[in-house]
């Protein structure tokens, strides 16, 4: 098993790309959000990444699963949050609707390594 595996993964490093996207987007935020939502969406987009790198470490596949799907849950976190934030007023609808490509596209590849942790008689 090769310890940085993970770091190959094309849904590693999307969700990297939603860590640095969510940093330079939280620039905009009002400062009174700084240790409200800015600190949940850092700690909810870090998350991604490192129960990624958690999970595809894991020797039991029912392991790796699911810290895969808490990386998920971690996703879908970033994205509520940030739609909020628009709807405050706190970023664009065109930062919210690049952000949403960017999380959807994760999403599936995290989807794919899911299922990939399947066994193949239940991927009928």
Request: aromatic residues 10%; charged residues 30%.
């Amino acid at each position: 098993m090769e310890v940085f595996g993970y770091r190959k993964l094309i849904a590693y490093q999307k969700a990297k790309e939603v860590v640095k996207r969510t940093y330079k987007l939280l620039k905009k935020f009002p400062v009174e959000e700084r240790y409200a939502m800015c600190d949940q969406l850092r700690r909810a987009s870090v998350s991604v990444t490192s129960n990624i790198a958690e999970g595809v470490n894991r020797f039991s596949v029912k392991d790796k699963a699911h810290f895969i799907e808490i990386a998920y849950g971690s996703l879908m976190e970033v994205s509520s949050q940030f739609e909020i934030a628009e709807d405050l007023g706190y970023i664009t609808t065109d930062d919210r609707v690049s952000m949403d490509l960017l999380i959807e596209e994760d999403a599936r590849l995290l989807s794919g390594l899911l299922n990939s942790y399947q066994p193949s008689d239940a991927k009928q």
